[in-house]
């Protein structure tokens, strides 16, 4: 947490008395944070008792931070003293910014600001902690609309270090600035967006779960499958369906439907039936005891990892159709001490590897000539350190499954097979994220630096979207979607103009217009 010394408050802070609405978990973290930067924070809750069971909240906070050596005595009262009860609305009339924290209702934050117009001076700022609501919207029912602004912090507040601002369609460059400086002072990156729906954060990760879901309602591979890829191969901290577990699906599957009508049904945030249907059978997550996952003791019950089944060592013919993925496998078959086939086609019996990109492995090898009973397809995205996965086409055999099985695995490295799908999963679930990621740039949401930064904060993924199509080519991941959509014809795989003119002049996708 930000613990900055009173003797260190910044003398420069925009506002000095913040009013906060809604003492719950979102609320008590913006007031810590606020009585940490410096302002004398009031504190106003509807329910009678809230604003006494946050202050003894946010005190014992301090309180741990003072016998941890991080806060001293001195430090605890000041903070402290910072905090003060409102009892009723009109005593926040000395305020110069008024954050609400209430709840996810239109017409209860347009009444809130409403009355509030009618105590606050007209210079006062009114912010909106809204996770999913217009700002426009809210300002609308507003007098003074250019003064709302949207003030989206993430829970807990005090870990997640991230806010964004959202100034409204009518919101004054002042104000912005204004609010952009006090995230700041309270010790928080601050992600300005424009007013779309999911703002930024929420907006950036759409791609992850839904194509998993996708994944998965196509029968590509089981949820454990999915997330153990996603984790080892794609570094991201979390799966996405232990996600969702840790989430619930009583509020991922809302944000999911909310975005996909705010954007009239864009396809690339399609939501899944799999989590209606989970919903409705009320397996919402952790919070239920079940959801993708059973869990007992608060630990979820995961399947074992498959064993590499045995297998007698089959000469190995490699594609060399891209030559870096071709060396590294054919070093791996020679590490594992199997015969590799340096044939320009296949021998009659060799095992064929192939390192398609979007495509299936039923059409890389139709394309290429070859034997489809033979082919095996090796995911070569990411490489082949922490995992590796593999792709079958309806037809091999499964005596070259296992051979493929059993030499990827020779090492000790886990193997995930996969049904065959145009992309794996790995390809697929980044292809999308890029791909959202260029589009919010595209669009102007956000500057790409600002975009990836605060997906790094407020997902948590290994790396901003932008960052990531650099990270693993903008062309390769142009190619992978271009072969999506040409294969499924669903507009969900259509590349953002963003990423296809980046890609084509060999550019990053960090890279801005020149204005």
Known sequence: MSTAPPSEVTPSLPFRRLGLVGTGAMGRGIAQLAAQAGLEVSLHDARTGAVDEARSFITGVWTRGVTKGRLSEEDLACYRARLHEVADLTDLAGCDIVVEAIAENLQAKQELFTRLEGILGDQAVLATNTSSLSVTAIASACRLPQRVIGFHFFNPVPLMKIVEVIPGLRTTADVAERVEALGQAMGHFTARATDTPGFLVNHAGRAYGTEALRLLGEGVADHTTIDRLLVDQGGFRMGPFSLLDLTGLDVSHAVMESIYHQYYEEPRFRPSPITRQRLTAGLLG?????????????????????????????????????????????????????????????????????????????????????????????????????????????????????????????????????????????????????????????????????????????????????????????????????????????????PSPWLRRRAALGLPLTTTQPT
């Open 286 to 494: 952790r919070k239920s005891g079940e959801g993708f996952y059973r869990y007992e003791d608060g630990q979820a019950v995961v399947a074992a990892e498959p064993a590499p089944p045995a297998a007698t060592p089959l000469p190995v013919w490699v594609s060399p159709e891209d030559p870096e993925a071709a060396q590294v496998l054919s070093a791996l078959v020679s590490a594992a001490g199997w015969p590799l086939d340096r044939g320009e086609r296949p021998g009659g019996e060799s095992l064929c590897l192939l390192t398609p990109l979007g495509e299936d492995t039923t059409t890389a090898a139709l394309r290429q000539g070859l034997e489809a009973h033979r082919c095996v397809a090796v995911d070569m995205l990411a490489g082949l350190d922490r995992r590796r996965s593999l792709m079958t086409t309806p037809a091999t055999e499964t005596r070259y499954r296992d051979a493929a099985w059993a030499l990827l695995g020779d090492d000790g490295t886990p193997v995930s097979p996969l049904h065959d799908s145009n992309g794996f999963v790995l390809q697929r679930v980044i292809a999308c994220i890029v791909n959202v990621g260029a589009e919010i740039a595209q669009q102007g949401v956000a500057e790409p630096t600002t975009l990836d930064r605060a997906v790094e904060l407020g997902l948590g993924y290994p790396r901003g979207p932008l960052a990531m199509g650099d990270h693993y080519g903008g062309r390769r991941i142009l190619t992978i979607l271009d072969n999506l959509f040409a294969a499924t014809r669903d507009p969900r795989y259509r």
